[in-house]
């Protein structure tokens, strides 16, 4: 149950790209399409559930014994970014298909400010590792909801007679805002 | 006039946040009000002209091939400096401003500089395009911080005006998108 209450609040309640700010740049950048902004919720999902795991046993095992709290970042930024590359190589070798629809996505996620956030969050709410794992997973959720309803909406804007000033990027974060007004209807419910 | 063009670029033509779209996340995130986004936006300042000042110094002695893990440590001894600073300094700023300190380090604005001015300019005009893009990217910040302070609580710098509720929505998440959103189209026209 506790974990359940997790998830639906990491989602919904708290969403991490609408409630919390993090992976606003890909939220605007690559939500172009549906299928794209699928894309990279999937690859969203995969590298923080990863990284998420081993910053936080980095954390654990090597940061706290030797008493060095204060690298976190330089340490989890360094980790982040190997780790992307790592997955890029292994998955072109194990699992081509999931690489083509991922692939092109993973170098974007090293500066996906929501991957370091939620490392750097799990630490801050004392989780144990399952619980990191679960709140990892609800954002990955969290961030994909948001950004294929974002994408969607996007679709339709380009057919909208949108007045010349408000073209673009505006346009984008008016429709954002709205969005962020639905999900805090979802406040209170955890 | 070469150097003065280099530092005023960052406020209005190519502003990090209103025209280039870059560093979003804490601009939106931070921005409840103004002194909180005067707050970021000085720190980012910070991380941004010593990131520019040292990537120039040694940018000779960089590989081509890991230049950019060596800009990302660079960025990031220098947030971890200014986030201990914070803490033992302004502990209330510090807590306001909560995770988007050490995030610093992933915005796209201080690497950016980094990969296309630091890179390939000399240390003086390296800290020049670091302090204006970085007192740019304040400028934003503040300004919007300023409006939704403004319109959320009748308040500026915590200065209060009228003595009731302002229009709530604007402290919250979704006022950012909207501010921002308007700023954007309004220095879009002033660019013109």
Known sequence: MEYILIIIAAVFVNNIVLAQFLGICPFLGVSGKVKTSVGMGGAVLFVMTIATIVTWLIMKFILIPFDIQYMQTIAYILVIASLVQM????????????????????????????????????????????ESVIFAIG???????????????????????????????????????????????????? | MNNWKNFTKGFIKENPVFILLLGLCPTLGVTTSAINGLGMGLATTFVLVCANVVVALIKNLIPNKVRIPSFIVIIASFVTIIDLVMAAYVPALYEALGLFIPLIVVNCAVLGRAEAFASKNTVFSSLIDGLGMGLGFTFALTLLGAVRELLGSYALFGYKFIQTDGILVFVLAPGAFFGLAYLIALMKKLNK
Request: charge should be positive.
């Open chain 1, 87 to 130: 997955v890029e190589i292994v998955l072109k070798k194990v699992s081509p298909s999931l690489y083509q629809a991922l692939g092109v996505f993973l170098p974007l996620i090293t500066t996906n400010c929501a991957i370091l956030g939620v490392a750097i969050l799990v630490i801050q709410k004392e989780f144990i590792l399952l």
């Open chain 1, 139 to 190: 954002n990955a959720i969290g961030f994909t909801l948001a950004i294929v309803i974002f994408a969607g909406l996007r679709e339709h804007l380009d057919k909208l007679p949108v007045p010349k000033g408000m073209k673009g990027a505006p346009a984008a974060l008016v429709i954002a805002g709205i969005l962020a007004l639905a999900f805090m209807g979802f406040a209170g419910i955890v």
